[in-house]
Each structure stands twice: as structure tokens, then as C-alpha cells.
């Protein structure tokens, strides 16, 4: 995979005049349109028309001294059940009014001058971990074309690593940014929920939907998340390891791991423990019951129902039988249940946090296993099985409500693996600078070497 500059270079790059919004915007689009290339796969919609005049408009507003924030002229992907005035997004949707005005985040970006340069292709209703979509296709992994990118954000993954934007924006539910970005080899940072607004996007679970970039590093992720939470555009200052508490949960996290995937932890777990951080296993037995809490299929399956029972009975035949499928158990959930179900996550945060108290961050991989090929999900039974899999680790730090992020720690030249960092709740900011730290002694150390 060809390396990407971060959003820092490229803003050096238009500050020094060494390059143009106009030219980093043909640049993504020509990747986009090559027939050999996943253009095709990655984007639903390509705002080609309305890119280059928003190109335009931001190199004569840096050229007349303004510039809004970092992200000012630099191309943009967002995932496609984002609202863009004009737009209704999915195509069970493609009956109902189309959105009159940009839901917030949009307008955030396009507000700090960022250049959306396209909505990219996901998991139907972003109901899935695996990124496989029967009606626009699915997008190829970066490492390897034939094997998934991972999912629900399919397309955004692939859009920063092939060079058609430099971030990505996408949703996360139970791991649909960092699960995509642990497979294709990226960063991804999911915020604690209530800090990014989620008006103007399709919901899956009211719950647990958070909304976070992926990218090339943890201070671009930073970056657009402060852009997309309404903070100053600024990227907090590494807060390197020396000293940190690192928490490694022994229960479920660990569980059949592949060997490479093993090793990988193994090293960048050296790695940090070499750099001067002290590394407690703790053993977390209370994370065995999140399967049972959520035995009926959780959060997401009864509200992703609740919004969808009406569009089911009206355009059920337009949706991917799998998607359909599992949003229809949700009809089979009582109200007792949902009620219950809700008391039983706050016991399992509370738990939860008062175990891992005092720990700086808990470390462990992203996903369990490297990316599988497409054609691992022909039979039904293979679908469910992996994409409970490659939800599993990730799944609990949503029902958890924490932020964290997924850092790239393979090898160079192996099938890409994450290591994820989870922070607490509410403490994304102290925790990027954390995330910051790590990402520098993982890249200098030999982790990735």
C-alpha cells in the first residue's frame, strides 16, 4: 500500500504554496474515475462539479489571507447515510423527500473549509462489521483486492488509502470505523458518543451510533474530530507513554486470536513496555456476560427495528436479504426486555469502571483476525459467524460507551492488523493526546519493523 501524507503535510503543502486545492482535488478525483482503480466500488456519488468550485473558492480565500482551520481545501469522504441538502442517500430511501439542509457534521467541514469530495459505500444500513454490499458492490481491501475491507464504513477505509481523500468520515455501532480501519491498515478513532451530533444521519441503534474519522494518524483523526464536535480545530500534544498504566483485559479480548494477529499485540505490548509503561493484565471476568446481556441480538437490533418497521413493509424486498434478516429480529423483542436490557448495560458500565479505575488505558487488538476474503460470506451461516467475530472486541467498548481508537501495528508488507486503545468516557481529548504517544513509540519502536 502507497503511503498517504497526513493533514498536517498537506496543509504545510497549500500553506507554502507548493500545491492547490484545485490540484489535490483533480488528483482524488482522477483516482476515483480510473477504471483499473475502486472508485467505482468506494463512492455512491461523486461530487466532481461541486469539489473543483469548492476547490476554487478555498485557494482564492487562502490566497486573500483566510483560512478557516487545517482542513481548509483538503478532500473529504463521508459515508453515505450523512444528509447533503438535495440528497436522500440510500436506496430504500430513493421514495422519501430529499434532505433540505446538510446535517451538522457536513456543515461543520464544509464550514472549516474541508472539500467533500464524495459519499462513500458502506454495509447496508450499516448493519454489519463485514462491508459487503450486494447493490453497489464491494470495495477491495488495500492489501489485498480480494479480501474484504471490513465494514459497516466499507468505502472510507479504501478511500484515504487509495488517495481519494485524505479522511474519512464514518459511524461507528459496534466497531464500523475501527473494525474497516484495522483491516486496511489506518487509524480510526471512535469519539464517546454524546460529543459528535448524529442529527441528519440514518440511525442504526440511538444508543450506541457514535460518528468518527479514519485516516493516516491519530492527529488527523484529532483533527476532524475536533472539526465535527464544534472544539477548535487543534491537535492535542503527544502525552508519551513513559509512565502511563495500560490495562490488557484477559476475558473475550484475548480469545482465539490469529497467529498473526497474536503476534503483532505481542510486539507492540513490548514495545510500550520497553517505553517506560506499566502493563497490568487484568482479568475483566464481568466481560463474559456481555453475550448473555445481549442474547436477543442487543441494542441495535430493537432500535435499528424501531426506525426501520415502516420501511420494511414498504420496501423490505429492496434491502439485502442478510440486513433484512437481522433487522427483523428486533419485532421479536418485548418492551420488558428493552427495558431490562437498558438496566443491564449501566450495571456492566459500572462494573466496568470500577475495575478499570485508575488505569490511563486499556490496550488490546481491534479485530481477532486479519481480513477474510469475499468469498468467506457465499454461505449464510459463514456471514454470521465471522461478522460476530470481527464485531466482538469492539462491540463492547460501544455498549461500554468509551472512545478509542485502532492504531496499525503489523509489520511492513503483512495483512494489516489494529491494536485498540480505549480510553474513558468523556475523556477523548487527554486520551488523542494519549493515543498520540503511543502511535509515536509504536512507529519508532520496532512494531511495525
Not at 481548509?72 to 450523512?82: C, E, M, N, W
Request: hydrophobic share 45%; charged share 20%; aromatic share 6%.
Amino acid at each position: 500500500m502507497t503511503a498517504r501524507p497526513s493533514l498536517a503535510q498537506l496543509a504545510a503543502d497549500l500553506t507554502a504554496g507548493r500545491t492547490t486545492s484545485r490540484a489535490l482535488v483533480e488528483g482524488a478525483l482522477s483516482r476515483i474515475a480510473d477504471p483499473a482503480g475502486e472508485g467505482s466500488r468506494v463512492f455512491v456519488k461523486v461530487y466532481a462539479d461541486a469539489a473543483r468550485v469548492a476547490a476554487d473558492a478555498q485557494d482564492r480565500l487562502r490566497g486573500a489571507g483566510y483560512v478557516a482551520s487545517p482542513l481548509a481545501g483538503i478532500p473529504v469522504s463521508i459515508k453515505d447515510l450523512f444528509d447533503v441538502a438535495g440528497e436522500a442517500g440510500s436506496r430504500a430511501l430513493d421514495d422519501t423527500p430529499a434532505a433540505t439542509a446538510d446535517a451538522p457534521i457536513v456543515a461543520r467541514l464544509k464550514a472549516a473549509g474541508a472539500v467533500i469530495i464524495g459519499r462513500t459505500n458502506m454495509t447496508e444500513f450499516a448493519f454489519s462489521g463485514v462491508g459487503i454490499n450486494p447493490h453497489y458492490g464491494t470495495p477491495g481491501n488495500p492489501y489485498d483486492r480480494s479480501l474484504i475491507p471490513g465494514g459497516s464504513s466499507a468505502g472510507a477505509p479504501v478511500s484515504v488509502a487509495d488517495g481519494m481523500a485524505a479522511v474519512a468520515i464514518g459511524t461507528d455501532t459496534g466497531g464500523s470505523v475501527r473494525i474497516p480501519a484495522a483491516l486496511c491498515g489506518l487509524v480510526a478513532f471512535k469519539p464517546t458518543q454524546y460529543r459528535v451530533p448524529r442529527d441528519g444521519t440514518v440511525p442504526l441503534s440511538t444508543t450506541l451510533d457514535s460518528i468518527g474519522p479514519l485516516g493516516v494518524s491519530v492527529a488527523c483523526c484529532a483533527l476532524t474530530d475536533a472539526v465535527m464536535a464544534g472544539e477548535p480545530p487543534a491537535v492535542p500534544a503527544a502525552n508519551l507513554p513513559d509512565g502511563l498504566r495500560l490495562g490488557i483485559p484477559q476475558t473475550v479480548m484475548l480469545d482465539d486470536l490469529e497467529a498473526p494477529v497474536a503476534a503483532a499485540f505481542e510486539r507492540a505490548v513490548s514495545v510500550l513496555g520497553r517505553a517506560g509503561t506499566r502493563i497490568v493484565e487484568l482479568p475483566l471476568k464481568m466481560l463474559a456476560d456481555y453475550a448473555r446481556i445481549n442474547i436477543k441480538g442487543g441494542l441495535p437490533v430493537v432500535e435499528a427495528f424501531a426506525w426501520h418497521e415502516k420501511l420494511l413493509e414498504r420496501r423490505g424486498q429492496d434491502y439485502d436479504p442478510r440486513i433484512h434478516t437481522r433487522i427483523a429480529r428486533g419485532r421479536d423483542m418485548t418492551a420488558a426486555e428493552y427495558i431490562h436490557l437498558v438496566e443491564a448495560r449501566a450495571d456492566f458500565i459500572r462494573r466496568f469502571d470500577a475495575e478499570t479505575e485508575g488505569f490511563d488505558a486499556l490496550v488490546m487488538p481491534t479485530v481477532p483476525m486479519t481480513a477474510p476474503p469475499v468469498a468467506a460470506f457465499t454461505k449464510d451461516e459463514d456471514y454470521a459467524r465471522l461478522n460476530l467475530k470481527l464485531l466482538r472486541n469492539t462491540a463492547i467498548i460501544n455498549f461500554l460507551d468509551r472512545c478509542a481508537l485502532s492504531l496499525p501495528i503489523e509489520p511492513p508488507g503483512s495483512a494489516p492488523v489494529g491494536l485498540m486503545v480505549v480510553g474513558r468516557h468523556g475523556d477523548d481529548r487527554r486520551f488523542l493526546a494519549i493515543g498520540r504517544g503511543i502511535e509515536e513509540k509504536l512507529t519508532t519502536g520496532t512494531a511495525r519493523q
